[in-house]
């Protein structure tokens, strides 16, 4: 069982090695996160960033203003009281690009080191492309690609083939530096992302693959767009466009004037005047690599540093099963109840004849652990809380079709086989054989809470089977009272989305 706090604790949340901290020093932002704990799942405690603009000149002088690096170093000072605070028992401390190339950096990571009291590691370029990879692969199942992190100083692109690292390149062109050495002509800007692009030969390693874009302003980018898509989740990591649906959208933040965009004001003032320099680069890197779609990363090279920590036991552990699991630890009503209906609904699915793909099936084992994290909740909202929950919450290795899926067989536990209750717009994520599946599994979760009350311990007593081609529910003599008119009317909805009769039988 996970290292979490026990019954009579309030703080509710899990404690391993204690929480560990990330700041981060980039071109534009300093940022500080500091995380439950090492985990194959980290979950932020605390998170704050402020735009420094450190990069900001460092092409043309190379030197860090002195207001800037102020600014910063008063932020790191409240950053290192705020881990003292919470308990921080690891803090490591990042610098990239703007730290790395001004020729007064070295002091800078000198005061920065006497503040926190820990080294600065900085990251080389190739330091940085690594790490963004590693969180892509720690944040997408089986992902492959090429990976892009543009920050203030630089763009790291690496590509990523089903899990393996493999060529990567580090290019000027992060958006403040690109700001700077185009003096702001968006034309000129084009034809140096253009040329600097070009030296890459192997980006057309991408053809037909993803592009995973990773960093502030390209998020900015996928947010924009998808406020103005009206899509139905307002969740960054895993969104994911067609790459001409990207270039033409970058083509209207590069030729229009930002502030006058609709739903601009979902983007901060702060980060609007690099987005058209952001835009650029997405929309040369996209032409020269002829990705087949953009999916927007959320984790980056932060979390990949995490997942560089983990020992390799830790690293094969599925991200989205460890979270899936941390909820009902954490939320249901009997937490080894999740994996006694992981155990009960493999049976069903066995006999079901719905064949179900590995991605499917780990889709399901997640919503087992998922299905009673909203008993607390008023009986006629838990269908809809565990919905907003589920699709909302900060899983990582899942598509927003799986969340979708996911997110609908828990409604359907609380509410009912019931479509028409749901958002149209949230349907819409899911295939025609993902959303069947959620009324099974939902309908599945419906049989087993009647006979359990969602406590361990009764459910892997019964069985599920075919007999004379009904799926029959087998209760022994001691659990005859389970019996009833509702389990039987539950039995047989399950049995008619499997194209059979149900019946259920006492032995």
Same mark, same amino acid.
């Given at each position: 069982?996970?290292?979490?706090?026990?019954h009579?604790?309030?703080?509710?949340?899990?404690?391993?090695?204690?929480?560990?901290a990330i700041?981060?020093?980039?071109?534009?932002s300093v940022?500080?996160v500091?995380?439950?704990?090492l985990?194959r799942?980290?979950t932020a405690?605390?998170?704050?960033k402020?735009?420094?603009?450190l990069?900001r000149?460092?092409?043309?002088?190379?030197?860090?203003?002195?207001?800037?690096?102020?600014?910063?170093?008063?932020?790191?000072t409240? #950053?290192?009281?705020?881990?003292d605070?919470?308990g921080?028992t690891?803090?490591?401390?990042?610098?990239?690009?703007?730290?790395?190339?001004?020729?007064?950096g070295?002091?800078?990571?000198?005061?920065?080191?006497?503040i926190?009291?820990?080294?600065?590691l900085?990251l080389?370029?190739r330091?940085?492309?690594?790490?963004?990879a590693?969180g892509?692969?720690?944040?997408f199942w089986?992902?492959?690609?090429?990976?892009?992190?543009?920050?203030?100083?630089?763009?790291?692109?690496?590509?990523?083939?089903?899990?393996r690292i493999?060529?990567?390149?580090?290019?000027? !062109?992060?958006?403040?530096?690109?700001?700077?050495?185009?003096?702001?002509?968006?034309g000129?800007?084009?034809?140096i992302?253009?040329?600097?692009l070009?030296?890459?030969?192997?980006?057309?390693?991408?053809t037909? +693959?993803n592009?995973?874009?990773?960093?502030?302003?390209? +998020?900015?980018?996928?947010?924009?767009?998808l406020?103005?898509?009206?899509?139905?989740l307002?969740v960054?990591?895993?969104?994911?466009?067609p790459?001409?649906?990207?270039?033409?959208f970058?083509?209207?933040?590069i030729?229009?004037?930002?502030?006058? !965009?609709?739903?601009?004001?979902v983007?901060s003032?702060?980060?609007?005047s690099?987005?058209?320099f952001?835009?650029? $680069?997405?929309?040369?890197?996209?032409k020269?690599?002829h990705a087949?779609?953009?999916?927007?990363?959320?984790?980056?090279?932060?979390?990949? /540093?995490l997942?560089?920590?983990?020992?390799?036991?830790?690293?094969?552990?599925?991200?989205?099963?460890?979270a899936?699991?941390e909820?009902?630890?954490l939320?249901?009503?009997?937490?080894?109840y999740s994996?006694?209906?992981?155990?009960w609904?493999?049976?069903?699915?066995q006999?079901?004849? %719905?064949?179900?793909s590995?991605?499917?099936?780990?889709? +399901?084992?997640?919503?087992?652990?998922?299905?009673?994290?909203g008993?607390?909740?008023?009986?006629?909202?838990?269908?809809?809380?565990?919905?907003?929950i589920?699709?909302?919450?900060?899983f $990582?290795?899942?598509?927003?079709?799986?969340?979708a899926?996911?997110?609908?067989?828990v409604?359907?536990?609380?509410?009912?086989i019931v479509?028409?209750?749901l958002?149209?717009? %949230?349907?819409?994520?899911?295939?025609?054989?993902?959303?069947?599946?959620?009324?099974?599994i939902?309908?599945? #979760?419906?049989?087993?809470? /009647?006979?359990?009350a969602?406590i361990?311990?009764v459910?892997? +007593?019964?069985?599920?089977?075919?007999?004379d081609?009904?799926?029959t529910?087998?209760?022994?003599?001691?659990l005859?009272?389970?019996?009833?008119?509702?389990?039987?009317?539950?039995?047989?909805?399950?049995?008619k989305l499997?194209?059979?009769d149900?019946d259920?039988r006492?032995?």
């Amino acid at each position: 069982m996970p290292d979490i706090y026990k019954h009579g604790e309030v703080r509710g949340r899990f404690i391993g090695a204690g929480p560990i901290a990330i700041i981060d020093i980039g071109s534009n932002s300093v940022r500080l996160v500091v995380y439950e704990r090492l985990s194959r799942s980290p979950t932020a405690l605390f998170n704050e960033k402020i735009l420094a603009g450190l990069g900001r000149g460092v092409g043309q002088t190379g030197r860090l203003e002195d207001e800037r690096m102020q600014v910063a170093l008063k932020a790191l000072t409240r #950053f290192k009281k705020i881990c003292d605070h919470i308990g921080v028992t690891s803090l490591k401390i990042l610098a990239t690009a703007a730290a790395r190339e001004a020729s007064n950096g070295a002091a800078f990571i000198r005061d920065v080191e006497r503040i926190c009291g820990q080294p600065v590691l900085i990251l080389s370029g190739r330091d940085e492309a690594y790490y963004s990879a590693l969180g892509v692969i720690s944040g997408f199942w089986k992902a492959d690609g090429v990976v892009g992190d543009l920050g203030g100083g630089s763009l790291e692109l690496v590509d990523l083939q089903h899990g393996r690292i493999g060529q990567g390149i580090t290019f000027p !062109l992060g958006g403040l530096r690109l700001q700077d050495s185009s003096e702001r002509d968006l034309g000129k800007a084009a034809k140096i992302a253009k040329t600097e692009l070009s030296k890459a030969d192997w980006l057309t390693n991408a053809t037909g +693959r993803n592009f995973y874009a990773i960093g502030g302003t390209w +998020r900015s980018l996928g947010r924009l767009h998808l406020f103005q898509e009206g899509y139905p989740l307002h969740v960054m990591h895993d969104y994911a466009i067609p790459a001409e649906v990207a270039i033409d959208f970058c083509d209207t933040i590069i030729n229009n004037d930002v502030n006058t !965009l609709p739903r601009i004001e979902v983007i901060s003032k702060a980060r609007r005047s690099l987005l058209p320099f952001g835009a650029t $680069v997405m929309r040369e890197t996209l032409k020269q690599s002829h990705a087949k779609k953009v999916v927007f990363s959320a984790l980056g090279v932060r979390e990949g /540093l995490l997942y560089d920590l983990l020992s390799q036991e830790g690293k094969k552990k599925d991200a989205l099963l460890v979270a899936s699991e941390e909820l009902s630890e954490l939320r249901a009503r009997s937490p080894e109840y999740s994996n006694e209906l992981i155990r009960w609904s493999n049976q069903i699915m066995q006999i079901s004849g %719905l064949d179900e793909s590995a991605y499917e099936a780990r889709l +399901r084992e997640a919503a087992c652990y998922l299905a009673d994290i909203g008993w607390r909740a008023h009986p006629d909202y838990r269908g809809q809380q565990s919905l907003n929950i589920i699709s909302n919450a900060g899983f $990582v290795q899942v598509d927003h079709a799986g969340r979708a899926y996911l997110a609908m067989a828990v409604f359907f536990r609380h509410e009912g086989i019931v479509q028409d209750a749901l958002s149209p717009r %949230l349907r819409a994520l899911c295939s025609d054989r993902l959303a069947h599946l959620a009324c099974v599994i939902g309908a599945i #979760f419906r049989v087993a809470s /009647l006979i359990s009350a969602s406590i361990s311990g009764v459910l892997e +007593r019964t069985s599920m089977s075919l007999v004379d081609g009904k799926l029959t529910l087998t209760l022994p003599k001691d659990l005859s009272d389970f019996d009833g008119e509702r389990l039987r009317k539950r039995v047989n909805q399950l049995a008619k989305l499997m194209d059979l009769d149900g019946d259920v039988r006492v032995l």
